[in-house]
């Protein structure tokens, strides 16, 4: 996979992602050259936002789509047919740009939920118009991408923070707890007298992070309790953030101030987990062309 490329690739091709996924990228119409060979298909389904990404044969971003949608609490699918139609929409779009059908993608759900809320998530994507051939824990799926050997791979999403402690390359323990960028849209809202959807907005806006740093630092300091609790005293190599409440700044230094270990981040960590779960879908495909081939 991806993992072994350098920081400075690494930002250039989650760079090349965030124009191909970001509506504000999204604006010219035409349709994006056809992919030639197989796709795969990356369907994440957060507390705050889905996201579909489509890697080509060489497992470069292609197209995809990020859109708001409060479909899932903590992990757990709530709005069932809310979560189908939009997934559905998405994928509709895409296929349109591309001028390809999608028929595939896996999917990934936060470490720790009960396999009744895994298969709701398949159960989504299935009924979206996507065989679902893979599922994948978050952390996981992010290392897909970011190749760590040893360390902890911390995903902090809308609902939750999920950790993921790696050895030799291998996670050999995973857990997850809810707190991620939606309590930081809570205590801004909170803060600041505004609904939960214009602190949403207000979060994003590079002119008012300096500001509200302060107000949404316990959140963060929350994240490194977190981290400390599940690292419990283990010596890790370090920690690698990823997810949307990671690209808050000053998100790392909180968390390293607070755990005592060398943390950072991408450059653009937002879509790194959404990426390595289509990179698992390229996985399971191999195996089973390799399978195939016995």
Sequence with gaps: MLGKVGEFELTQYLTRAEEVILPSRMQNTSPAPVPEGPLYVGADLGTAYLVLVVLDKDLQPVAGEYQFAQVVK????????????????????????????????????????PQAEV????????AAGLDCVGLVDEPTAANNLLGVRDGAIVDVGGGTTGIALIEDGEVVYSADEATGGT???????????????????????????????????????????????????????????????????GMAEVVQNYTGIQTKRPEKPLFVTPIGIAMHHARVAADKENDYGR
Excluded: W
């Design 119 to 126: 298969r709701a998530t398949a159960h989504v994507v299935e």
């Design 183 to 249: 309590h930081f849209s809570l205590v801004i809202a909170g803060a600041r007298d505004i609904s939960f959807e214009e602190a949403e907005e207000l979060k994003k806006t590079d002119d008012m992070q300096k500001t509200l740093f302060p107000v949404v630092r316990p959140v963060m300091e929350k994240v490194g309790s977190i981290v400390s609790n599940h690292v419990n005293g283990k010596p890790i190599g370090g920690i690698t953030l990823v997810g949307g409440a990671a690209c808050f700044p």
């Design 74 to 113: 903590d992990g757990l699918v709530v709005d069932y047919i809310g979560a189908v139609d939009r997934m559905r929409e998405m994928k509709e779009r895409v296929e349109k740009r591309i001028g390809r059908t999608l028929t595939e993608a896996a999917s990934s759900y936060p470490p720790g939920v």
